[in-house]
């Protein structure tokens, strides 16, 4: 499957964006979905996950309440909302689908087979 993310820019800190992440050449249903990010010289860092049938979503303390992820299997695509953004939340975003939790933990990025290109988004103070 390949994932194309999207919807990244700049915005100023307290603002919102949405991302996007499209997948062609086959449907998302039977994937666990994740968002990860990597900021300049930092190692990836999960941002937030999402089932295969989107009844459970996972996130790190550090976007809780602040970022939501959400599916339309029909569409095959998955969004990452994010509200009340920080300085900090600047990296580069990436979405990644699994096909099975081969580690156990849907936080784990070693879990996802597929990967999206990546897009950025800058928070300015």
């Known amino acids: 499957v390949q994932l194309q993310a999207s919807g990244g820019g700049l915005v100023q800190a307290g603002g919102s964006l949405r991302l996007s992440c499209a997948a062609s050449g086959r449907a998302l249903s039977g994937y666990h979905m994740a968002w990860f990010r990597q900021a300049p010289g930092a190692e990836y860092e999960f941002v937030a996950a999402?089932?295969?049938?989107?009844?459970?979503?996972y996130y790190p303390d550090s976007v809780k309440g602040r970022f939501t992820i959400s599916r339309d299997n029909a569409k095959i695509a998955v969004y990452l909302q994010m509200n009340s953004l920080k300085p900090e939340d600047t990296a580069v975003y990436f979405c990644?689908?699994?096909?099975?939790?081969?580690?156990?933990?849907?936080?784990?990025?070693?879990?996802?087979?597929?990967w999206g290109q990546g897009t950025l988004v800058t928070v300015s103070s």
């Open positions: 990644a689908a699994a096909s099975s939790l081969y580690y156990g933990d849907i936080r784990m990025s070693k879990n996802y087979d597929y």
């Open positions: 999402i089932s295969r049938s989107g009844s459970s979503t």
